[in-house]
């Protein structure tokens, strides 16, 4: 993956770029020797590693304005970073780029239950908010796997989701309110504790940008009473389509589970020796169904399923019977990322998305692929929605090897929008998928977002090198081919 | 004054060539059921794209419909009822409030370009969340598309949530695809009697801090709540939603008659009465403009006592008192509405219906912070850069 090539003219000047962002900000706000930005030097896709020209970690909104405007005037780029677990590289830093660090931005502003929602800082962990409104039955919904670490402004620029975003909705969905600065060094507040923009979206642009547009400071979040009851069903398949069609034939049949996940049988095992969850080792598909609300609710879809499940031919089901139970099925699919770790000794995670019903497809696909690149893949996968999570297999230490399994996550990628679906559910572009992204969208396609980009970031000082393949110039992008104007049709009548 | 009626986006995208040279700004219409909506411009020429019509492609089970701009929202909610499915932000029937005339349901293309969500807004979410993916023609005239026909995806900007609410200012969409949802099994409405508007919101706010899932909540002032016949001599009623299963919706209301006490609504009498609360349509005694009011729910009480002291006003509110519809004449009206909402922590005042010549006096559209209006600037610029699509409709310049 090659970055944008850095300014040497900028990492000249870096002492003296450091120097001058000690008396914007504290001076312990600044961090610029080697072995201290050594902890930045990655995010969750740790193998891209790149020192940044220097770390600011901001301590308050005016001190992240001040920054941005210095570096806006002065032709450096930024690139924000949120808690780094970023899984495509959203954070990675860049050599001829400050990296700014919202960690210090860590506090609930307000939690107000009248309007069901809370106000926090973007350094707040996912989790947290959860945590903070638990004692009154309230939560936070999004849930993305890396919840005890990452956090709400990351949320916002990756539009996380998690394994209950089937019926709950993404970041997107349950986001109320932002204040943002903007690479000028402007700060905005869009939406807020009321519902809807009235004007352009801009919050809802925001969401997924990647870091591209904006540094989100503050967010308001709308919180959910939680659940009287949760139950799950733990369904085994001989047969990765049986259990496909049964995935369908639930939402077919009306029900939309809080969750509902799948995993093959290498993912099984790996998982079963990792959590000893009482998987069925011999499945060669398991799914994990949830269903949540009012007890009697519940109680009565959990019948429905079971039904629906044995129909498409289930070889084995399980219902849980208290939450320890329901814990245990929910142990092995969230160990399942560790659990590869265990069975190789590096594994590339991939995040594309398909209609459900290419399943099937996309399975014979991946089997076929494996055999060409001689890889072992394991799949687990967000199944309600069409989110397919597979492991590659493969050894860093063999030469070779990793450039191997890029070739196949490509392929499985391009398999994916080749089935109408799209190149990533829920990771991002990051620097991971960006030289893919012309598999799914055309160079107009492009060209347009890139010109939303200018829209905030004229100069593509934010986050450059992240989502899109080619930099283009915003003059280059803003110019306007005029017609000679004849008029469309010129035989049709017009009134 | 010229009409294209494109069939397809080549059309409109020689439609837009020829603006473009001629420096023409042309109206986007398809059922024309909106034009109310928005300041008062005259155009150059019109793109009509009710011959953009179809479902594409339905495929309940993915919870994805791909359909083209043009078509009525009749058939889009055929071809829904047919698979025991919704859009669940609840598109309301604008014809009536927005007066005019006819009964028309508008368009789907008009629903997502105006974002107009109905009641259930509150709990299942807008317009612009059930947006997955589209293909247009920018004011540039090039062809684009954004999104994806799944239900999961964060590939490249959400350009779908800036089409949601741009009123065609940006581009002309063709085909859309949706997400939708299974329909509840059944539903339930809920009524219970409070003394004023603010014990309302609180009522409903303590209804919202139970487990009991309500979806939607409107107060209704004793006159229009006796007018749809869910009176229950008190000032106000707080009219409470509840959907799903039989079993689970018995239940459900069941512990909150228990806790709030309350009467259950006529089953008869519960839809027509959530499809006038979604629409806006209940302050329609008399003709007068009709103003939506959004703001943070612990807020709306403020508001109407200032307000209701110094006007005649109608008017009602829903999602559990974060939207308000007000009805009364004068841009002073708005002028106020727009005070008292600067002193909310966030929200946006919009005038819907315009019976006399209010708009020439004030803006119908919340007006914008200069920092936002600059950005709202650039971005009508990325998209449309000689204000060839809907110019002026929303804002003066975009």
């Not at chain 1, 850095?6 to 120097?19: E, G, L, S």
């Not at chain 1, 970023?86 to 502003?109: E, H, R, T, Y």
């Not at chain 1, 497809?361 to 076929?368: E, L, P």
């Amino acid at each position: 993956m090659l970055m944008p090539e850095p300014d040497q003219r900028v990492i000249d000047r870096r002492h003296t770029i450091a120097a001058t962002l000690k008396t914007i900000v504290p001076k312990r706000c600044v961090i610029d020797s080697v072995e201290s930005m050594r902890a930045y030097d990655a995010d969750g896709l740790s193998s891209y590693r790149q020192l940044p020209l220097a770390v600011v970690l901001p301590e308050t909104v005016a001190q992240i304005a001040a920054v941005m405007k210095w570096c806006h005037a002065n032709g450096i780029k930024i690139v924000p970073r949120g808690a780094g677990t970023s899984l495509s590289g959203g954070a990675l830093p860049l050599a001829d780029a400050v990296l700014l660090g919202l960690g210090k931005f860590n506090k609930i502003l307000d939690i107000d239950y009248d309007n069901r929602c809370v106000v926090a800082q973007p350094g707040v962990t996912n989790l947290a908010v959860s945590e903070a409104v638990k004692a009154d039955g309230y939560y936070y919904a999004p849930d993305p796997s890396s919840q005890i670490a990452c956090s709400l402004g990351g949320n916002v620029a990756e539009n996380s989701g998690g394994v209950h975003c089937l019926k709950y909705g993404l970041t997107t969905n349950n986001l109320l309110g932002i204040e943002m600065v903007t690479i000028e060094g402007e700060i905005l507040r869009l939406g807020g504790k009321h519902l809807d923009a009235g004007d352009y979206d801009l919050m809802g642009v925001m969401t997924g940008s990647e870091g591209l547009l904006g540094v989100v400071t503050e967010v308001t979040l709308r919180i959910l009473q939680k659940p009287a009851t949760q139950r799950a069903l733990l369904v085994g398949f001989d047969d990765v389509t049986a259990a496909g069609s049964a995935v369908g034939d639930v939402i077919a049949a009306g029900i939309i589970p809080a969750g509902m996940e799948m995993m093959d049988g290498l993912a099984i095992n790996a998982a079963e020796d990792f959590a000893n969850a009482g998987y069925p080792r011999s499945a060669a598909a398991l799914l994990i169904i949830e269903l949540d609300g009012p007890k009697i609710e519940v109680d009565a879809l959990i019948s429905r399923v079971e039904t629906i499940v044995r129909d498409a031919g289930a070889t084995s089901i399980k219902i849980s019977q208290s939450d320890k139970e329901r814990d245990l099925f929910w142990a092995g699919r969230k160990s399942a990322f560790p659990a590869v770790g265990r069975i190789s000794p590096d594994y590339l995670c991939m995040d594309g998305t398909i209609p459900r019903r290419r399943l099937p497809d996309m399975m014979i696909r991946m089997a076929s692929l494996s055999q060409k690149y001689g890889l072992r893949v394991a799949n687990v996968f967000h199944a309600g929605d069409g989110n397919l999570h597979p492991l590659i297999l493969f050894d860093a230490n063999q030469p070779g090897e990793l450039e191997r399994a890029e070739d196949f996550g490509a392929d499985i990628l391009r398999s994916c929008v080749e089935m109408g679906g799209v190149l990533t559910g829920e990771h991002g572009v990051g620097v991971e998928k960006r030289d893919l992204m012309g598999i799914q969208f055309t160079e107009e396609d492009l060209k347009q977002q890139q010109r939303l980009k200018c829209a905030f970031d004229a100069d593509h000082l934010l986050n450059p090198g992240k989502v899109f393949p080619h930099l283009h110039r915003c003059a280059e992008l803003g110019r306007l081919h005029v017609h000679k104007g004849k008029m469309p049709h010129p035989d049709l009548p017009r009134f | 004054m010229t009409e294209f009626i494109p069939t397809n986006l080549d059309d409109v995208k020689d439609a837009v060539e020829y603006a473009k040279t001629h420096r023409q700004h042309l109206e986007i219409v398809a059922g024309g059921t909106k034009q109310g909506l928005g300041r008062n411009m005259t155009f150059d020429g019109v793109i009509n794209l009710s011959k953009m019509t179809g479902i594409v492609d339905y495929q309940p089970e993915e919870l994805v419909m791909s359909v083209r701009a043009g078509t009525s929202m009749d058939d889009v909610q055929a071809a829904l009822d047919n698979a025991n499915q919704m859009l669940a932000f609840e598109p309301p029937n604008m014809s009536l409030a927005l007066s005019r005339g006819g009964k028309s349901p508008g368009t789907i293309g008009g629903v997502m370009a105006a974002n107009i969500s109905g009641s259930r807004r509150l709990t299942a979410g807008a317009a612009r969340d059930f947006l997955l993916g589209f293909e247009a023609i920018s004011g540039r005239g090039e062809n684009f598309k954004s999104g994806g026909k799944v239900v999961k995806n964060v590939t490249g900007y959400d350009l779908s949530k800036l089409m949601c609410g741009s009123f065609g200012t940006l581009a002309v969409m063709d085909e859309i695809t949706l997400k939708t949802l299974p329909r509840p099994e059944t539903s339930c409405s809920l009524i219970i009697a409070t003394d004023d508007f603010s014990q309302a919101v609180a009522t409903i706010a303590s209804v919202f801090a139970t487990p009991h899932e309500p979806g939607a909540a409107a107060i209704l002032p004793r006159a229009i709540a006796d007018k749809a016949g869910v009176g229950l001599n008190s000032n106000f009623v707080a009219v409470i939603r509840l959907e799903g299963i039989l079993i689970s919706v018995r239940d459900r209301v069941g512990h909150l008659q228990t806790k709030f006490g309350g009467e259950i609504v006529k089953h008869a009498l519960s839809h027509p009465l959530w499809q006038s609360i979604s629409a806006g349509n209940l302050c329609d005694d008399s003709p007068r403009d009709l103003w939506k009011l959004s703001c943070p729910p612990s807020d709306a009480a403020g508001i109407i006592e200032v307000i209701s002291d110094r006007y005649d006003i109608e008017y009602f509110a829903d999602w559990a008192g974060g939207l308000l519809w007000i009805g009364g004449n004068g841009h002073a009206l708005g002028n106020d509405l727009r005070l008292a909402i600067d002193k909310c922590a966030s929200g946006f005042v919009h005038l819907i219906r315009d019976v006399g010549a209010t708009k020439d006096k004030i803006e119908p559209f919340q007006p914008l912070a200069p920092s936002i209006y600059a950005l709202h600037q650039r971005v009508k610029a990325a998209f449309d850069p000689l204000a060839v699509l809907n110019f002026g409709r929303m804002h003066y310049g975009i």
